[in-house]
């Protein structure tokens, strides 16, 4: 009877220590300091619409779009750190273009136009794009088209 109850115990402590490390044990994973943040989701209704970030442009440069539908802008060129910053500081990506394929999305829920520009080539090299709400929305600043 001694030996099965040792068995039992030693059958016990190898069914904990299997569960423990498939449970992955802890650690690891999103949340630490130089984890990647988690991507966005697609909202939940709506369109998404590709505007392509490319070495000093915006490609398209302006687009219409609906309310409630939203922009994702990728990165694909070869010259890093870039933004899209809104012109009336409605969302700034900061920083995030430093690699090819970073994205960067936002919901337009409010009917109007929303010129952005890059932060570090708005100036320099005329890196700005605009995003019309609606088809009424009224027409961009020239030096955003």
């Known amino acids: 009877m001694t030996r099965i109850r040792s068995l039992c115990f030693v059958l016990l402590a190898l069914l904990a220590t299997l569960a423990a490390l498939s449970c992955g044990g802890g650690g690891g994973g999103y949340g630490g300091p130089t984890a990647p943040p988690p991507m966005q989701s697609p909202p939940p209704s709506g369109s998404v619409h590709v505007v392509t970030i490319n070495d000093d442009s915006y490609d398209p440069k302006s687009l219409t779009i609906q309310p409630g539908e939203t922009v994702r802008w990728v990165m694909n060129g070869s010259i890093t750190t ?64």
Do not use: W
């Open 82 to 145: 870039h933004t899209v910053t809104a012109k009336d500081g409605s969302f700034d990506s900061g920083s995030i273009f430093t690699s090819k394929g970073a994205i960067y999305e936002h919901r337009f829920d409010t009917r109007g136009t929303v010129e952005y520009a890059c932060k570090v080539h708005g100036n320099c090299c005329g890196m700005r794009g605009s995003v019309l709400v609606g088809a009424d929305a009224p027409p961009p600043d020239p030096t955003y088209q």
